[in-house]
């Protein structure tokens, strides 16, 4: 997420590396925001079980406990700079690292599928909206790239 802030020359005055973390973690809050306003949204739009099965909360929760997992891992503990105590070292944290975006790829590909597979492409005689398929889509897909990875400037 703050990978884009490197090439940034719009002011020389402003040292945009010591604000970098700063930047990024508001700009994955919005993000997160931004997709659970989404499915609230569409879950409030369309009540009724026929329109949006509430079930495919699912994938969001997921995302969400993906989203936590990665953010809580720091690039100190994956590289092995600041963390050497613990049950598992830097090994545990690249393992919950790992897991964390297992469960990030995963809720974003099942979005996939229920937006293609249950609104979409359908056999039903009368075609439902398509709002809560696309709904929970970005709703995975702003938790996703909600999930920051910064880097320490240096």
Not at 5 to 27: F, V
Not at 64 to 87: H, K, P, W
Not at 135 to 147: E, Y
Request: hydrophobic share 45%; glycine share 12%; charged share 15%.
């Amino acid at each position: 997420m703050s990978g884009f802030l490197e090439n940034m020359r719009c002011s020389e005055c402003i040292d945009w590396g010591e604000k970098r973390n700063t930047i990024a973690s508001i700009g994955a809050g919005v993000l997160f925001f931004t997709g659970w306003w989404i499915i609230i949204d569409a879950a409030v739009k369309y009540q009724d079980p026929k329109q949006f099965n509430h079930s495919y909360h699912a994938c969001g929760v997921i995302a969400t406990v993906a989203f936590l997992m990665i953010n809580a891992v720091s690039n100190g503990q994956v590289r092995g700079d600041s963390y050497s105590e613990g049950c598992l070292g830097q090994t545990g944290a690249r393992i919950w690292l790992f897991i964390g975006f297992m469960l990030a790829f995963g809720s974003l590909i099942a979005s996939m599928w229920i937006l293609f597979g249950g609104y979409v492409i359908n056999d039903k005689t009368e075609k439902p909206s398509i709002y809560p398929g696309i709904a929970v889509f970005f709703q995975n897909a702003f938790i996703f790239f909600g999930s920051k990875k910064v880097q320490s400037p240096g």
